[in-house]
């Protein structure tokens, strides 16, 4: 009887542990899906964030706003 104890109490120990492993790698499966929404939402904003800048570069580099500009610079 006493084995059978010991035997059932081993047993216990050893879904108990197992129960907390398969927690402890859900909650780090969960993590790395958070991770990637958030890289994907800093990726959205970054080509949002270069597509602004090529906007602005072609403003600038447009004939037009330099000769504006050299316009307004001479007349100061």
């Known amino acids: 009887m006493i084995v059978g104890i010991v035997f059932a109490f ?3 120990d050893r879904y108990l542990k197992h ?5 402890e790698l859900e ?3 969960l993590k790395k899906q958070k991770d990637r929404g958030e890289n994907n939402d ?9 597509e602004r ?5 072609k403003i600038v580099t447009d ?10 610079s001479l007349k100061k």
């Open 10 to 12: 081993i047993g216990l």
């Open 19 to 23: 129960i907390t492993k398969m927690k």
């Open 27 to 29: 909650l780090a499966c």
């Open 42 to 50: 800093l990726e959205k904003e970054l080509l949002a964030l270069k």
């Open 53 to 57: 800048v090529n906007v602005l570069e």
């Open 63 to 72: 004939r037009k706003y330099q000769l504006d500009e050299e316009i307004r």
